[in-house]
């Protein structure tokens, strides 16, 4: 199953109506899209996902639409996490795992737990877990960071089995891929950076442009894990100024607008997020054109 999740993931986005209901043509669309482009396999309810924006009841329609689109073609990794430990561990234990290989479980985010906090957050979640649990380390979004000493602390838990890693931090990433077990995977949480990281030893990307992009991105990462940065590298140049635009006025309102220009899905945020300005607008659909 470790062998599956290697390469690239990608972070569903939640594609929505005008009406700010789910558009569920416009998911089946993307999930299409990724798998057509070849990646290895796919993150609903991530922070892409605006899983912060949907209720419980909207959270179980995305999963179950996704694995029945999806058809058992790729591996599905289901996002569930929280600030809560013992609403998301109440959440874990009514999850259905039939059709998931495992769980993707954000750091907790505004409490600001001290270290000692995170790791009996994530022991506890990885008690109750049906499915094996991947970490995921965002500093900038929950406002905390989880040390390379407390990654290292949780990789020794049976049902724990890598992180995905977006603190930018290359010192922490050495640290831990230096000294964590052989079977525990390290996954980039940075389009940007991930040949980098890859050269360091990760062992792939949980990744935002792979949804517009999926192809020429998933065949770098490819390339970067058998070792062939030069092949790779003029794809990730090829890449690097999107994965920039995708960020510039926030996610996932930069990837909905190249999906909207790729006329893959609409553009449609949900409060409190809001769509990128005319002006990077502009610059996005004279970069689709030109791609």
Do not use: W
Not at 264 to 286: F, H, K, M, W
Request: negative net charge.
């Amino acid at each position: 199953m470790i062998e599956n999740l290697k390469g690239t993931g990608v972070a569903l986005v939640t594609p929505f109506n005008a009406d700010n209901s789910i558009d569920f043509n416009g998911l089946k669309k993307v999930v299409e899209h990724v798998i057509d482009g070849g990646v290895e396999y796919l993150v609903p309810l991530g922070t892409t996902g605006e899983t912060a924006t949907l209720n419980k009841e909207e959270k179980k329609k995305v999963f179950d639409f996704i694995l029945e689109t999806n058809a058992g073609r790729t591996p599905v990794v289901a996002g569930i996490g929280g600030n809560n430990t013992y609403e998301t561990i109440e959440t874990l234990k009514n999850f259905n795992p039939d059709g998931f290989s495992a769980i993707l479980s954000v750091s907790p985010y505004y409490n600001k737990p001290n270290q000692e906090g995170i790791y009996q957050h994530y022991t506890a979640l990885a008690d109750n877990s049906p499915l094996p649990v991947i970490l995921y380390n965002v500093p900038g979004r929950t406002g905390s960071n989880l040390t390379a000493e407390t990654t290292l602390r949780l990789a020794e838990h049976k049902n724990i089995i890598g992180i995905k890693e977006a603190s930018g931090n290359f010192d922490q990433f050495m640290q831990i891929i230096k000294h964590k077990p052989n079977d525990f995977l390290f996954i980039s949480g940075d389009d940007g950076i991930t040949l980098p990281m890859i050269a360091a030893g990760a062992n792939g990307v949980i990744s935002v442009i792979g949804n517009a992009f999926p192809k020429d991105f998933s065949a770098m990462v490819r390339l970067c894990l058998k070792g062939d940065f030069a092949t790779a590298r003029p794809l990730h140049y090829k890449l690097i100024d999107i994965v920039n635009m995708l960020f510039t006025e926030g996610s996932p309102g930069g990837v909905k607008a190249f999906l909207k220009e790729l006329g893959i899905c609409g553009d449609t945020v949900r409060l409190p997020l809001a769509n990128v300005s005319n002006n990077l607008y502009q610059q996005i659909a004279e970069t689709v054109k030109a791609y």
